[in-house]
């Protein structure tokens, strides 16, 4: 595979509580992947193998529930984030 520039990563958890891992690459190319928490896990270590930045944004919908939110979190733990930058609002 090759490496590519990874600027961001991002988790989005929508209301219903879908996840979604959003790729940022330095050409501001967004590859946007639905992925159950499995998926997410395995996704995301091979991301944050090749990203220059440990750094893994969650965004969440501001009606997400704390112990969902956690699940999310601990997994981009596990995957191997550094720091977690939280967002949550109204997504539609």
Do not use: C, F
């Amino acid at each position: 595979a090759t490496k590519i520039q990874i600027k961001t990563l991002e988790i989005k958890i929508t209301k219903d509580l879908e996840l979604y891992l959003i790729v940022k690459d330095l050409n501001g190319e967004n590859q946007m992947k639905k992925v159950n928490h499995s998926e997410l896990k395995t996704e995301l270590t091979e991301k944050l193998k090749i990203s220059e930045s440990k750094n893994v944004i969650i965004s969440a919908d501001k009606s997400v529930n704390y112990q969902s939110l956690m699940e999310v979190l601990d997994i981009a733990k596990e995957a191997g984030a550094g720091s977690l930058d939280l967002n949550t609002k109204n997504l539609d």
